[in-house]
């Protein structure tokens, strides 16, 4: 009923009724007692047509907020949201990976939920590593968040749902609810950001996390002999990240772009425009075309990755919040 009334607008009991295929018995109760709560609000009566006039609701989009947070190596970023989207706070905090990070993490979840007044009714974390259901079961250079259910301790800390995701897999999710991406579309997000290459996969509509929930790791991709992609991006450089563009690079990149397009024959191929610019997407293009045939590579476009992110993990939040 939430998620109706918000995508409605507002609505009567009768249009509820009708629109849930549920009967007005029940939609009258529900109503009464979100109203009672504040959730929902009345906002008058309709014009009569003859008969008793019919009182309408909205969602009070304030009485429940969401909190997304990611994680980085170098620092916290967060927003604060209300059920119907709109932004409240956004802002960054130190990292919490390094030094006692699940402790810092807690007390900074504690410290937002204080200055919320509780209103904070689900939590969405992203994180650099792969996550089955909660638990981070790969996720290099951060022991100590190794094999951990954060889900689940944050969970019985706070008495908050929460939903723990990889920050691939939010940035492609983001990426699509943002920009209204049809449902049929699949996609692929490339990132290397400052924990090495990673993806995030989208066929038809429908993440893909993979039967073990290790989809999108593209630095073990094979590429050249006995070099993988996170080595090939090495090459004659100390950073497997999208920085210097030079040939073996460039090369790389349009090799992992072709295996995509031949396994998943993506929509979209996305990049972050904090790592990539047109003209290197362009010689990316290029490059493609010698491993695939040109009329099915998928169009190549940049994004803000860190955006697409946040929008993706409040996605996750409002869900939770919808289905509370």
């Not at 956004?90 to 979840?109: C, E, H, M, R």
Request: aromatic residues 10%; hydrophobic residues 35%; contains cysteine.
């Amino acid at each position: 009923m939430r998620k109706s009334l918000l995508e409605l607008g507002s609505a009567t009991k009768v249009e509820l009724s009708e629109h849930l295929q549920i009967s007005f018995p029940t939609i009258s109760k529900f109503l009464t007692e979100m109203e009672k709560n504040g959730e929902v609000i009345s906002v008058g009566f309709d014009k009569s047509s003859g008969g008793r006039r019919a009182k309408r609701y909205r969602y009070n989009p304030d009485y429940m907020q969401g909190l997304a947070i990611f994680l980085e190596r170098n620092e916290t970023i967060y927003t604060i949201f209300n059920c119907g989207g709109e932004i409240k706070k956004q802002g960054k905090a130190p990292s919490v990976l390094i030094d006692n990070g699940i402790y810092t993490l807690t007390k900074f979840i504690e410290k937002v939920i204080k200055a919320n007044s509780s209103k904070i009714s689900s939590i969405a974390i992203g994180v650099p590593g792969s996550v089955d259901n909660g638990r981070i079961f790969y996720i290099p250079g951060y022991e100590q968040f190794q094999n951990f259910d954060l889900k689940g301790y944050i969970e019985d800390l706070f008495s908050i749902p929460v939903v723990v995701e990889n920050d691939m897999n939010a940035a492609v999710l983001g990426f699509s609810y943002n920009n209204r991406i049809e449902e049929n579309q699949s996609l692929v997000y490339l990132y290397s950001g400052q924990n090495g290459p990673g993806a995030g996969l989208m066929i038809n509509g429908d993440m893909v996390r993979g039967s073990t929930f290790f989809a999108g790791e593209i630095s073990f991709v094979p590429q050249y002999d006995e070099r993988n992609f996170s080595q090939a991006l090495k090459d004659g450089s100390n950073s497997s990240q999208f920085t210097n563009f030079e040939s073996n690079q460039i090369d790389a990149i349009s090799r992992l772009v072709a295996t995509f397009t031949a396994i998943m024959n993506p929509h979209t191929i996305i990049f972050c425009r904090d790592e990539v610019e047109k003209e290197v997407i362009d010689k990316i293009a290029i490059d493609s075309a010698k491993y695939i045939p040109s009329e099915h590579l998928p169009e190549l476009t940049i994004s803000d990755w860190k955006q697409d992110y946040l929008y993706g993990l409040q996605k996750l939040c409002l869900d939770l919040m919808m289905n509370k």
